[in-house]
């Protein structure tokens, strides 16, 4: 199963965030209008992610909350009729929590760096590095962001956005 290692983070400046990550010469990918339905699970994660308002993802994943650096496990299911989808799923699972935000996303490496503005909590940075060459070399990558950024431990955020609406 593919892995990450991630991390969430306050981040206020979202602009000063961009130019961040444009000086490390990460590539922008545009901003992405996100829906994230979390569904009740008997174990680990299911969210149905919709993406501007059209295609959509069910992600199952399962990590721990924790803050900092912490490794997560994943599937994804790719979808292009994101109503159907939510009527489906919604019909399945119960609801616990819709999270709405806007993402810009930018690609480093084998690093996806989000830069999010989340309703009802804020602006954040999260960094996912994919283990596809070992966590050693996902460690370093994963470092070399949290120090790009100056991300202080103070800034990270223990669960998902969605444990936060909660």
Known sequence: MPQNLE???VFPDL???AAIAKNLGARSKGILSQKDIYFDIPRGRLKLRIL???NCEL???T???SSGGRYSTYRILPGRDAA???RFYAGIFDTCVIVKKKRRLFLYKNARIHLDTVEQLGNFVEFEV???HGRKQAVKLFQELAGAFGIKDSQTIEGSYGDMLM
């Open 7 to 9: 991390m969430k983070a």
């Open 59 to 61: 992600i199952a994943y």
């Open 63 to 65: 990590r721990p909350n």
């Open 15 to 17: 602009r000063s965030a």
């Open 84 to 86: 159907a989808a939510e």
């Open 52 to 54: 501007n308002k059209r």
């Open 130 to 132: 994919a283990v596809t």
